[in-house]
């Protein structure tokens, strides 16, 4: 059988018996992919470092009919995580990317504009300026998987909120006017929501060059981290570190 190539995004490795290693990769070909690398641990010169989280690479790879992993054959790194200073700020940012990738993407299904807002995410992300490129993918990838719901109206009463203060709940799929919020909920500033609104109308380069702490964005990035996990039904364990984080 020949092998099939496609550029893949390495997400996560487990090890599988003495020198194997279970692989998932999110592939542009076929979305996403778990597969064995035999003799990965052992092997340099078919894997060399190409498979470290968050690896962009080409990978080889045979698919057997009523199999549901493939079997990794090699890998060529097209861009490493490694080729730049890796800060624990930054390892925690490429985490969470992974994690969400990982958790909210079916197998086998292709989708080429998450590929690509990945691997621009992966060029944003340099030292421990995190904030921004974390808070870009968030609300992108929630938009993209179809999970992000209008953010200039109440969902309760259909009341516009440009120029009005808004909120959400964790157990809500929306905002919601001070009129109809929740008991325990939490306000979202018009500031961030013009940042949202910002933010889909530009690349992610065009916000590299300005001064971005964690403050900035923060209700956006709850209200989204909430929002993916009412979906999923499940908490998201590097959304956790990155809030804990003192960078």
């Known amino acids: 059988m020949a092998l099939k190539e496609s550029e893949a995004?390495?997400?996560r490795t487990y090890p599988l018996r003495e020198a194997d290693l279970l692989v998932t990769l999110f592939t542009r070909a076929e979305g996403k992919v778990r597969g064995v690398a035999r003799s990965a641990k052992k092997s340099k010169r078919r894997f060399g470092?190409?498979?470290e989280p968050m690896t962009y690479v080409r990978a080889f790879y045979d698919v057997h009919e009523r199999q549901?992993?493939?079997r990794l054959d090699s890998c060529e790194v097209l861009e490493s995580p490694m080729a730049t200073e890796v800060t624990y700020a930054r390892a925690v940012a490429l985490a969470h990317v992974a994690e969400l990738v990982d958790e909210l993407l079916p197998?086998?299904?292709a989708n080429d504009a998450i590929f690509r807002l990945t691997i621009s995410i992966l060029h944003a992300m340099r030292g421990s300026n995190v904030w921004m490129p974390?808070?870009?993918f968030e609300l992108w990838l929630t938009r993209l998987v179809g999970f992000l719901p209008e953010l200039t109206e109440c969902i309760v009463c259909g009341?516009?909120?440009?120029g009005s203060r808004a909120y959400f709940h964790a157990l809500a799929d929306g905002l919601m006017c001070p009129d109809d919020k929740r008991l325990a909920s939490s306000e979202i500033s018009s500031e961030s929501r013009t940042l949202a609104a910002q933010m889909f109308r530009a690349p992610v380069d065009?916000?590299?060059e300005a001064p971005w702490p964690k403050m900035q964005g923060a209700d956006l990035r709850k209200f989204?981290?909430?929002t993916l996990q009412r979906q999923i039904e499940k908490k998201l364990v590097t959304a956790g570190m990155l809030e804990k984080g003192a960078f």
């Open 49 to 51: 470092g190409a498979l």
């Open 107 to 109: 197998d086998r299904e």
């Open 68 to 70: 549901e992993l493939v």
């Open 224 to 226: 989204l981290i909430q």
């Open 159 to 162: 009341r516009s909120l440009n």
């Open 134 to 136: 974390v808070t870009y």
């Open 9 to 11: 995004i390495v997400l």
């Open 206 to 208: 065009s916000f590299s």
